[in-house]
């Protein structure tokens, strides 16, 4: 049984406004003035200088060797514990979860939070079977209904989870869940598959669940909010050698990380340029964050969750999110709305929508959530 | 059922000979002194300047419009009639056809030529079941071994073909055969998956299958050969829009190629650069297998089939070329036991090694098939 994707919520609104002049509050892309261009394009040319045509080879299957050394040095640099574990580098996070989905949740079952991000569900969904949506609060997935769910004889193959800054919630989940999932991974015997593309970027991502069981943890990283999207660039790192060599092998279907790609990583890597962004980025991002929130406040739109970081707001929009969007477009405002990232609990979710504060500037972002406001009031 | 693929053959030597210093007789990697190192540099530096941040987002599912209508260009100048077909860009050929076997062959039966490239088949065997094999002449697939089996009632629903300068036997498909598949493909229903990464680097490529039935005919073009393998970008080509909306919504789950490089290629194709290099290419390649015929005639080494051109040769040593490999690595070269590219006829095929004349100058050939010659004689 194959679940073929449709095209996501966020593509499939990115394909609408493709060429329309609209305040962006809904993708999910980091801020371009945050790309490093200068110090990309430095690395490229020095890249192309020094390997000349071995840069443009064939990858090899799960990464250069160089990349996966300063990958563990990132890794301690964001505070995630690398020593003993392995790297599998792959085009992207999203390419990481694919291949991890395949790996782990091939024909059994899987358990996510609710709401979670539905490209990489997609993931889980084209070959898992009998999904268990575990619902989340202020302080991430609720555990006790996982419990629940293995007390009443249920099992999952692995448990998707977006811990920091959490896609559309924006909530980090609690120190004390985070050790108590890693220990109910263990017992329970499944794979933890920790998606953490957001942790440059928060500004107290706290110890990643890895870190309290890196073999029955899968830890996803992703270059896209720290240096670009467009490199392409993510990778798996777990203790569990087996899972890592299956990812790897599986890599080899795809050969998909470019190599010039990951020489430039790991030159801007080494040089230090990217740890030294870390607090930069932060400090941006929460400036950016706050500017939306003061705006929501401003216009009466509540936040169903208060963000921790990173890039989104979940916002309750008090009337139906979908059939507002074409007003909203109109008005010239983009979002997403967020019934599609929803499992259950849909009547509720009507109302919401996911607010991106990646592509906008701090005034685009409050012009766009005043133009929202607007749209909402034509509507009444 | 998922058939987790091992290490494929290719990548097992890799790891082997990796740090060695050995004639590499082994690598399907072109030949990096054809890589246009200056044009591409010149490329990075213009994109960055013209698209700045912009080249680092997002790439968006299926490919940049603007690189979409280069390669329609392109397959016009390799002799592939794209009007009227839908493209979608794919982070290499083999990602291409990992992202069509899932869609067209997974939970069902498929064919393919015997012997065959087994990183490719991997893709098939992932999701794939009863697979049947079709044994290859001087003049590529038996169809009527095709036929035999759907007259005893068998189904596929797809063919897996590489009809150019066949990997590992080096032969093209017949014109005859490649109209006769496409009707076949029409009568029968499946899908015929036309790998076709070597059509620029061949003398007498033909028209391709797809040009007899583009809606049932999926492409799969490279510029690995043309342009570096390095980039990661190849592409399908199919009028089956169906299948192609498909294939872009299965590449939402890896999104894995890279923007930058989307629009390097792009700036290379528009320039003319890549088909202005086609018959140089050409010539290239054809002066080095050459030069391996006539080094395999001098040394008694026979052909198992007269390649029409590509990157490789299948040699019959006339020893278990399995069993020679760590002879012939001591004596200082590598070549692929042929015998993972076989399903059937593996008592025979025990003797057979794939040559590739990529990576080697004319030159290293020569003395890397002297050395083989010398690992045999060692051994008897």
Request: charged fraction near 20%.
């Amino acid at each position: 049984m194959i679940n073929y994707p449709s095209l996501s919520p966020v593509e499939s609104l990115s394909k609408q406004t493709r060429g329309r002049s609209v305040v962006n509050l809904a993708s999910g892309s980091p801020d371009p003035s945050m790309i490093p261009l200068r110090e990309i394009h430095g690395a490229y040319t020095q890249v192309i200088s020094e390997y000349g045509r071995l840069a443009f080879s064939y990858p090899g299957a799960g990464g250069l060797e160089e990349l996966k050394a300063q990958i563990k040095a990132w890794c301690k640099a964001i505070g995630v514990p690398a020593g003993g574990s392995k790297v599998v580098v792959t085009s992207g996070a999203q390419h990481a979860i694919t291949l991890l989905a395949v790996a782990v949740a091939a024909n059994r079952s899987y358990a996510h939070e609710d709401p979670t991000f539905p490209e990489t569900l997609n993931s889980f969904r084209l070959l898992g079977k009998t999904p268990v949506q575990i619902p989340i609060d202020h302080r991430g997935a609720q555990l006790e209904i996982l419990e629940q769910a293995f007390s009443k004889g249920k099992k999952f193959s692995a448990f998707y989870t977006i811990p920091v800054c959490h896609n559309p919630a924006g909530v980090n989940m609690s120190t004390d869940r985070r050790s108590h999932l890693a220990q109910l991974s263990v017992d329970h015997g499944f794979t933890c598959v920790e998606d953490d593309p957001y942790r440059p970027i928060c500004p107290e991502p706290g110890e990643p669940i890895f870190s309290h069981s890196p073999k029955s943890v899968a830890y996803v990283g992703s270059f896209s909010k720290a240096v670009a999207p467009g490199l392409r660039i993510g990778f798996v790192l777990t203790a569990n050698h087996r899972l890592a060599n299956l990812v790897e092998r599986l890599e080899q279907l795809d050969f998909s990380t470019s190599t010039i790609n990951q020489l430039v990583l790991s030159r801007l890597l080494r040089s230090g340029a990217v740890s030294k962004s870390l607090e930069p980025l932060r400090s941006h991002y929460h400036m950016k964050l706050k500017a939306a929130t003061d705006e929501l406040v401003d216009n009466g739109l509540e936040l169903v969750f208060k963000p921790a970081g990173g890039l989104f707001l979940l916002a309750d929009l008090g009337v139906n999110a979908v059939k507002l969007l074409p007003k909203a477009l109109r008005r010239g405002v983009a979002y997403v709305p967020a019934l599609g990232f929803y499992a259950r609990g849909r009547r509720k979710a009507s109302g919401y929508a996911r607010l991106s504060i990646g592509p906008a500037s701090c005034d685009e972002i409050a012009t766009g959530i005043r133009l929202i406001k607007k749209a909402i009031l034509d509507d009444s």
